[in-house]
């Protein structure tokens, strides 16, 4: 998946995982993807890097792509559930 319209002029250790994230992510179903979302937060807690709000939600966008309408769906329940925690 090409994420460069998503990286160009990122930190380079933000680019890095979300290219990483974009390529483990790739052709996952939507039960497989909340544990790879978490992974990839919790690599960037770690490394101490956090995202805007517009980073966020191009990696959320990155995983609507493989999604069927239904499975965007329950990423939007989420999503919002998350917002409203």
Sequence with gaps: MNTSHITDGLDPRKAALINNFANIAKGKGSDEMLPLLLAVSNKAKKEGIS????ETNA???ILRDDMNPEQQG????????LKNA
């Design 51 to 54: 995202f805007t709000q517009d």
């Design 59 to 61: 990696i959320i966008n």
């Design 74 to 81: 329950k990423l939007d329940l989420f999503m919002q559930m």
